[in-house]
């Protein structure tokens, strides 16, 4: 049997319409778009100008060139925390969260390096920002806050707006990651205040190597990359034009999407939550039950070892948290910080829904994890023990039910 992809949060496939939109742009109108004296040059740099344009829409930015392209949201978010805080003041502060995106996590360790500050504020059991200690991280030294809008493994959204309104009153400046939320959730930079937002082609059915930080008109940032000054000076080097058209083209079709995929990707979402609980028990859904991504789903299955069970799915191609962390067997970092204990962290697996499930996937993914649970269960004496109400201290079950 073929693979059934659902793993949608760690890349997707590039749209076929998006990949008719590059081609041309690798041979055929490759030119320059930094080159204004020839025709070549005049057609890349219109196309990046299109695609400036439906990435600004995508995300309500009120100009294009508030849009800066870059080679993904990793690259972004170094950006947007690195270059604001080396134009501020040595010793300035940033405030987080401790399940950021490690593009973001690693960045502030190594501005810590530098002699730079990082707060991180507290979150709830569902990896929802809590906004009185957000506030109250708040010091002088405070110049920004980074605050992602959906996580990447638990599907988790944070009130973002909220989070701007208090960083405007204290007069700081706001990023959020949204590499997950683009083409999930209606994003508007103007209506919510923000300041700077990282985005990431490949997420959204867009190639990979390609992505965008919009920063809000009049905000400067210290550049990484030296160079032409292209991307008004805070991003030099030639454009990868191929990949930015392939972006803008996916940034279009994600703006149609939010009405129609949205809503069947929530559906699915509801149907594989629901099916889970209905025919297993000891199963725990860890992030937010209702405000989280319409693609995402994340289960501890007591008493089953994650990558077991992922094997045993065999059909379906799974996470069992973040693809950075799988390679180490540590478990998720994200669902230890929410205080998932290890025990349950260690049976846990993402399900990232993406265009290409169905319902039918849906139906046969509930069948198979009921069998191939229940199978593996057989084999673990602690189950028993569950079952018969025996108190199973050493696992910790009681500790985190929502
Ligand atoms: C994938 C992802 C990133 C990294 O994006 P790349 O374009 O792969 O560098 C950053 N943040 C979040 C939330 C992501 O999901």
Redesign the pocket.
């Known amino acids: 049997m073929n693979t059934i992809y659902m793993d949608h949060?760690?890349?997707t496939p590039v749209d076929p319409v998006v990949l008719e939109t590059m081609l041309p742009f690798f041979n055929q109108h490759f030119g320059n778009p930094s080159s204004t004296t020839h025709e070549y040059g005049h057609t890349a740099n219109r196309a990046v100008h299109h695609a400036r344009q439906q990435i600004a829409k995508l995300v309500g930015a009120e100009q294009s060139d508030e849009i800066l392209f870059t080679?993904?949201?990793?690259?972004?978010?170094n950006l947007a925390l690195k270059g604001v805080i080396k134009k501020s003041k040595p010793g300035s502060r940033l405030i987080t969260i401790a399940t950021?995106?490690?593009?973001?996590l690693d960045t502030c360790k190594a501005l810590e390096k530098e002699g730079y500050g990082v707060d991180y504020c507290k979150i709830d059991s569902s990896g929802k920002t809590d906004l009185v200690d957000l506030e109250q991280k708040i010091t002088p030294q405070t110049v920004l806050i980074s605050i992602?809008i959906?996580?990447?493994e638990i599907g988790t959204i944070q009130p973002v707006a909220d989070i701007a309104r208090i960083a405007k009153k204290h007069d700081l400046l706001f990023h959020t990651?949204?590499?997950?939320?683009c083409g999930k959730l209606d994003l508007n930079v103007s209506r919510d205040n923000i300041d700077l937002l990282?985005l990431?082609?490949?997420?959204m059915y867009g190639p990979?190597?390609?992505?965008a930080l919009y920063v809000k008109q009049g905000i400067r940032l210290y550049p990484l990359i030296h160079g032409g000054g292209h991307e008004r000076g805070m991003r030099s080097g030639t454009l990868n034009v191929p990949g930015v058209v392939g972006f803008g083209a996916a940034a279009e079709i994600a703006r149609q999407d939010l009405l129609t995929e949205v809503p069947r990707l929530t559906a699915l979402r509801e149907k594989l939550i629901a099916g889970i609980q209905n025919r297993l028990d000891f199963v725990q859904l860890n992030g937010h039950p209702t405000d989280r991504l319409a693609n995402n789903v994340n289960f501890s299955f007591a008493f089953v070892e994650g990558e077991s069970l992922i094997l045993a799915c065999k059909p379906f191609a799974l996470s069992s948290g973040s693809a950075c962390t799988s390679a180490s067997l540590q478990s998720s970092y994200v669902l230890k910080e929410i205080g998932v204990p290890d025990s349950l962290a260690h049976c846990s697996i993402r399900f990232g829904l993406g265009k290409s499930n169905t319902e039918e996937h849906i139906d046969l993914l509930i069948q198979t994890l009921e069998k191939q649970v229940t199978r593996l269960r057989e084999m673990s004496p602690l189950y028993d023990m569950a079952k018969e109400g025996i108190d199973i201290d050493s696992f910790q079950w009681s500790d985190h039910h929502h």
């Open positions: 949060h760690a890349t080679s993904g949201a990793t690259e972004s978010n950021e995106h490690k593009a973001i992602q959906a996580n990447s990651d949204a590499a997950q939320a990282s990431s082609a490949h997420k990979k190597g390609v992505g």
